[in-house]
């Protein structure tokens, strides 16, 4: 017989049933993930499949990279003097993620550290402002362009760029707003997201092109790896 009623006329279920709807439970978890995984899968194979083709017509080097069982990933491109790379990895000891893509091209040299990002209006500058008084704006484009630099001090004579310069002092010169803004628009008119702003950094170490966000997918890193190459072409005059 199946269930049956008891004293009180609610219907109990018998152990064998118990069971079964725990291993139902189960292999539906299971599934579950097999879905995950495949999905996952599946979107891996994409993006290698197009990261082959990209290089085969381009001529650049490509690659996918998954670390740690898939908590970090790494999307990369690079060609003679340049490489640019997207990743999305998980914080161990916060469990956030954290996204960035960027272009180096180190031997596109500066004379001095020069920072350009976007204009320094909102939350972060508020923050950086409480935080440091008049430094505030200073050590906010320090936080956007990762503390590689150091100290920094605003450049209000530079115009056309867009956004906010600072360089590592006054007497560093400022490369051509006429060459670079362009470019710079260019992207901004496609990516308005604040997170798109490109932050370009230029040293003596190089030229790097930074994004506070992932771009994960293979015609998006193409588009950015292109404009880092076209703002290292309009800086080899000066370098």
């Not at 049933?17 to 599946?42: D, E, H, P, S």
């Not at 004379?111 to 505030?136: K, T, Y």
Request: aromatic fraction near 6%; include cysteine.
């Amino acid at each position: 017989m199946g269930a049956g009623f008891g004293a009180g006329g609610i219907m109990e279920a018998e152990p064998g049933m118990n069971v079964l709807g725990l291993v139902a439970l189960a292999l539906i978890v299971i599934a579950f993930g097999a879905i995950l995984l495949l999905t996952a899968g599946r979107g891996s194979v994409k993006l290698r499949k197009g990261l082959a083709v990209l290089a085969s017509r381009r001529g650049w080097q490509a690659s996918l990279v998954e670390e740690t069982g898939g908590a970090a990933r790494k999307l990369r491109l690079s060609g003679p003097g340049w490489r640019a790379e997207t990743r999305r990895y998980i914080q161990g000891e916060t469990g956030s993620a954290v996204f960035a893509t960027e272009f180096e091209a180190p031997g596109v040299q500066w004379p001095g550290q020069v920072a350009i990002g976007p204009a320094l209006d909102g939350a972060e500058a508020a923050l950086a402002a409480r935080m440091m008084g008049g430094a505030g704006g200073a050590v906010a484009m320090a936080l956007l362009t990762g503390g590689e630099i150091g100290r920094l001090v605003p450049r209000p004579d530079a115009s056309g760029f867009g956004g906010t310069v600072f360089s590592s002092d006054e007497t560093v010169p400022l490369p051509d707003a006429t060459r670079l803004q362009p470019l710079l628009a260019a992207w901004r008119r496609n990516h308005p997201a604040e997170r798109q702003f490109p932050i370009v950094i230029l040293g003596p170490g190089g030229l790097r092109l930074r994004l506070r966000c992932d771009l994960w997918s293979v015609e998006e890193m193409e588009r950015f790896a292109d404009l880092g190459l076209a703002l290292a072409e309009a800086l080899e005059p000066a370098t």
